[in-house]
């Protein structure tokens, strides 16, 4: 069974596009994030959602949004798409927050 | 600001021989220090991860070593595999904190 399952995998689309990526975690974490890779490898927290609760908003475009229905799920949103949101972006969840991530296995967005 | 200060950035190892990778905190809250390995195309997983109250902690061929009068911490990899090419990210937290601190990565590569 997939801990956390982000859809799709894979997602190109130009710019000026909207687009949004699906997270899903059946662990029974409460905290879920968003968490953004660039081409160097860098982990950048984005969003945090603990019991549906926004813990963390980072300097995020405000393109970005995400939503939370229930606290198994953790959508991220993104409007009017750039060249520069081209990274690899990933869920994870926690049972306790800042501790024992589990990380899904990421959604490669390429803005052309 | 970079809460976690990782090196090096590359490492290259032989099959057999001892990987080390170093890590940096400044900020003395800070209570649970992970790391986490990540496989090309796929989420990081944690690995080994460890508390101030203990010097040292092993699980199999992966041990934490930590110094808290310095604020620094290390992975070494004993008898390295190929199969360990990967990107290593220490991390940091605190009791009170939202998420996790990572480092910058380290990629390593054992070659056969």
């Known amino acids: 069974d997939t801990a956390v399952s982000q859809t799709p995998k894979y997602l190109v689309t130009q710019m000026g596009n909207d687009k949004s990526i699906k997270c899903e975690q059946n662990?029974?974490?409460?905290?879920m994030y968003w968490y953004k890779q660039d081409s160097k490898k860098f982990l950048k927290i984005m969003f945090s959602?603990?019991?549906?609760?926004?813990?963390i908003n980072e300097t995020v475009p405000n393109r970005f949004s995400p939503k939370s229905p229930d606290k198994a799920h953790l959508n991220l949103h993104i409007n009017s798409l750039e060249l520069g949101d081209s990274a690899v972006y990933f869920c994870?969840?926690?049972?306790?927050?800042?501790?024992?991530?589990?990380f899904g296995s990421g959604t490669r967005l390429t803005v052309v | 600001q970079q809460q976690v200060k990782q090196s090096p950035q590359s490492l290259i190892v032989q099959k057999g021989g001892i990987s080390i990778i170093n890590c940096a905190y400044e900020n003395t809250a800070f209570d649970y220090f992970p790391w986490y390995q990540q496989f090309p195309g796929k989420g990081p997983a944690l690995l080994i991860a460890?508390?101030?109250?203990?010097s040292e902690k092993k699980e199999g061929r992966f041990t934490i070593s930590f110094n808290k009068s310095a604020k620094q911490f290390s992975l070494h990899i004993m008898d390295s595999q190929p199969g360990d090419s990967a990107t290593y990210f220490c991390a940091a937290s605190g009791s009170g904190a939202n998420n996790l601190f990572f480092g910058t990565g380290t990629r390593l590569t054992v070659i056969p």
């Open positions: 460890i508390r101030p109250d203990v």
């Open positions: 959602y603990n019991n549906k609760e926004l813990i």
């Open positions: 994870a969840s926690s049972h306790r927050q800042g501790h024992g991530y589990t």
């Open positions: 662990l029974g974490h409460d905290t």
